[in-house]
């Protein structure tokens, strides 16, 4: 299965759309679009507070539960911070999840091919392996 990329066009492989399909996800506000309101990833909300152990352990369940709720390409077995404290304290960190990738997971089967890592940072996802 292949589908297309949203910025460029382009032909993209089924990999590149379940990742695309995060995006689409964690960029959502629940609630903003029409026909589906409980759709997207609840984290744009709490974008700007402080940044706590609390509230990043908010972050860390709501990206989770959310990809869990609507990619079924993808079940989430860790996600860790990425960068020093001094990052953190700036607002440059980032967030690595670690997935179990099952190509065929929106057709109901749910077998694993791999384990792979997405990072998340301020420009976005980026595929670490």
């Known amino acids: 299965m292949s589908g297309i990329d949203r910025h460029t066009g382009k032909i993209i492989d089924n990999f590149a759309s379940a990742v695309q399909g995060i995006e689409v996800i964690l960029s959502t506000r629940i609630g903003s679009r029409v026909l589906r309101r409980e759709f997207g990833g609840g984290i744009a909300e709490l974008l700007g ?3 706590t152990a609390n509230l990043f352990a908010a972050f860390q369940q709501l990206i989770a539960t959310a990809i ?3 990619e079924p390409r993808f079940h989430v077995r860790r996600i860790s911070a990425t960068g020093s404290v001094d990052d953190i304290r700036l607002g440059k960190a980032g967030l690595v999840i670690e997935v179990d990738y099952r190509p065929l997971g ?3 089967d749910f ?4 384990v792979r890592s997405i990072a998340l940072r301020g420009n976005g996802l980026q595929v670490v392996s």
């Open 49 to 51: 507070r402080l940044l």
């Open 106 to 108: 929106h057709l109901g």
């Open 68 to 70: 869990d709720l609507w």
């Open 111 to 114: 077998t694993v091919e791999s």
